[in-house]
């Protein structure tokens, strides 16, 4: 009798403490979200904090996205030093290529997304300069560092095109990236300046855009290219949020900020 009591006593406990742990179970907090990180050109930071990682997140609300803004050259160093990314966007192909052809992107992943256009601006307050034939008057100039900013490499090419070039050498200011020279402009610390047409969108109540690049300036058109990193540590969802930004709701936002969509 003892026996059975101690063994009915023994399953009632049993019973007891698996309930117990199964109430655990289902109070256990939720596994944190999957955090992607995107790497994209300065001049897309507004479009993307403003409006599309906003609209994202809210259909995926798992997924928190982190995001890095540079000049394209200095996120391509950066990539190639060991930053941990899972989405590159940069405002121009020369960095994609190189990343791709070194084995840093998932090259079925890579394809234009976006075009801009090369614009000259100066403060809101006037100047003299009215075109880019004419840039070289100015007194206080200033384009990104061509060295690493892709709206650099697009106002020498430009510039050269029209023996602008050297006559600005010995006055010229450098920008780290296409916003600083936005900013410079803007402040009239410069009283003229090279810069994306979407940049120029953004101060329009501080800056006048005065001319665009003439045609035949550049050789070729000002492209966004897109790509998913080949070690991306999130590479589904990476995959899923350039999708995205390829859709018609991605495409209506990115032309409210100055885009057009890559032909």
Not at 11 to 37: E, I
Not at 72 to 93: C, P, T
Not at 164 to 185: E, M, P, R, Y
Not at 233 to 259: R, S
Request: net charge positive.
């Amino acid at each position: 009798m003892k026996k059975l009591l101690c063994l009915v006593f023994s399953l009632m406990l049993a019973v007891m403490a698996a309930g117990c742990g199964g109430g655990d179970k289902q109070a256990a907090a939720p596994q944190a979200g999957k955090t992607l990180r995107l790497v994209a050109a300065a001049s897309m930071e507004k479009v993307f904090t403003q409006k599309l990682i906003p609209l994202y997140q809210q259909k995926h609300p798992e997924i928190k996205i982190e995001g890095v803004y540079d000049a394209s050259g200095k996120l391509q160093a950066q990539i190639e030093s060991g930053l941990a990314a899972d989405v590159f966007i940069s405002a121009a192909n020369k960095q994609m290529n190189a990343l791709s052809d070194k084995g840093y992107m998932d090259k079925s992943t890579v394809k234009p997304l976006l075009e801009n256009r090369l614009v000259l601006i100066v403060p809101k307050s006037g100047s003299e300069i009215k075109g880019f034939n004419d840039f070289s008057k100015a007194k206080h100039p200033a384009i990104g560092d061509p060295a690493s900013v892709p709206a650099g490499q697009y106002a020498k090419e430009a510039l050269s095109k029209l023996d602008q070039w050297d006559a600005i050498q010995s006055k010229v200011s450098l920008g780290t990236n296409v916003t600083q020279v936005l900013n410079w402009v803007a402040e009239g610390s410069a009283d003229a300046g090279l810069v994306y047409a979407t940049d120029a969108a953004l101060m329009k109540d501080k800056v006048t855009v005065v001319a665009e690049a003439p045609a035949g300036s550049l050789k070729k058109p000002v492209i966004y290219p897109i790509g998913v990193l080949a070690k991306a540590p999130q590479a589904e969802a990476a995959k899923d949020f350039a999708a995205f930004l390829q859709t018609e709701e991605a495409m209506k936002i990115f032309a409210a900020y100055g885009f057009a969509q890559a032909k």
